[in-house]
């Protein structure tokens, strides 16, 4: 009974600190939006809409990092606009979506597009409207920032000048997310980064997971120190979130393999995936989706055509668009050859496929599986119907197609089959189909070429040129009850 007091004491706690640091947001609508914006020489402003649930989440956070940066004695005004019900303030700022935050310094605006966290915002923030590194020349401040606990860059500069710490400053400055810190004391850089040995010079990145410090070894130049940020701010193994989503899918590092699983699974999975991931480090991506957050697990798994109940290892290649299914059991060692193959480009691609079915009929279900038996390597012709099943159109092309192989079954023709194929489960290299229905016509000697029909062609239309096509003589003798009867 005490330890619900206590929780429910510290739950009440924190919700009168959000309640608090909302109080200090100053509410706008369509009379002092814009004045507000002109008064005041820095504010940083939130535009939401009551019905959209990422400007629900990220509102409390807002608030917390307006009361951060007020206890820094930052001199930003905090303001939240209600796009929705005052559209007219939103255009007027330049709020163009829900959520948007953005931050205006002298009546330049500036649009955040970090992490939806506190710190993201308050790092991001001071960077916009103070100097892009915090100076830290005591033992004191520098066991105080640590307490914070967060991921930042560390350069250990003799003097604040010269070329070198300018291309520093300038890193700072352009990267939006990680906070940068600059000594001249090498007593307080070891506090901060324990690993420095006698350089004069030296610039680290420290992060609060199992592979803490990461020394860089690059050229002092601006673009060297944000690409050796960019590809090390990440842990050793992501946790998938909402939160963190836009920057997992913009990340430098296009090679990313995913596990899925239930978290009580990857507890027992997490310590050999972390091992494997540090032999990949800045090249592979080691990301966790827990399925339980179906929300996030559900649009992944839905691209492979998964449905997993166990633990589940993919890949993904964002600057190719490729997917990758690991099938042997999840292990150090397969996990390592997955990664490696991955790497060196020599993983064979998957693609989606429903069970191969077990009974042919009239026309021919095709699977992703069966694409290149029934279709590419058929002695055949082949007309497949490419469809979906949201489609609206399909329904009346299928009817179609279902006359079409009815009356050139009753033409005795046998060296031509029809068959269909649902694309929205199914996959194959050489089938790739945006609109749908799609009509393709395979001629037996040239199945590397297929010809599209005209979806908009009538019955009639359709069976003639099938006939040209593959020069089918006599389908103009068949009864005017067959065929054509509707379309005449």
Known sequence: MRARRVVAAAAAAAAEAVRRAQSMVLVLDNDNARRAVEENAEVLLLGYAPWCERSAQLMP????????????????????????RYPKAASAVGVK??????????????????????????????KKTGAPASRIQSKDSAEEFLKKDQTFAVGLFKNFEGAEYEEFVKAATSENEVQFVETNDRNVAKILFPGIASEEQFLGLVKSEPEKFEK?????????????????KFPLIT????LNSGKVYGSPIKLQVFTFAEAYDFEDLESMIQE?????????????????????AKPFLTL???????PTVTAFDTSKGTKYLMEAEINAKNLQDFCLSLLEGTLPPYFRSEPVPEEKGPIEKVVGRTFDSSVLESPQNVFLEVH??????CEAISKNVEKLAKHFNDLGQTNLKFARIDASVNE????????????????????????KLSKKSNLKDMAKFVKEKLQIADVETVAAGDIVKDEL
């Open 428 to 451: 194959h290299p050489k089938l790739q189909i945006n609109n749908y229905p799609t009509l393709l016509l395979y001629p037996a000697q040239d199945k590397s070429n297929p010809i």
């Open 97 to 126: 979506g829900f959520p948007t935050v953005l931050l205006f310094v002298n009546g330049t605006e500036h649009q955040f597009t970090g992490l939806h966290t506190k710190d993201a915002i308050v790092t991001w923030v001071r």
């Open 304 to 310: 492979y055509g998964l449905e997993p109940e166990k």
């Open 276 to 296: 494997v991931a540090r032999g990949f480090k800045t090249k592979i991506m080691l990301i966790y989706v827990d399925t339980a957050e179906e929300k996030l």
């Open 239 to 242: 946790v998938f979130t909402d």
């Open 216 to 232: 860089f070894n690059g050229a002092f130049e601006e673009k060297e120190i944000i690409q050796f940020v960019e590809l090390n």
């Open 61 to 84: 956070r807002f608030a917390e990092a307006a009361a951060a940066l007020r206890a820094m004695g930052s001199a930003v005004a905090f303001a939240k606009l209600d796009g929705e």
């Open 388 to 393: 979906a099943p949201w489609c609206v159109d």
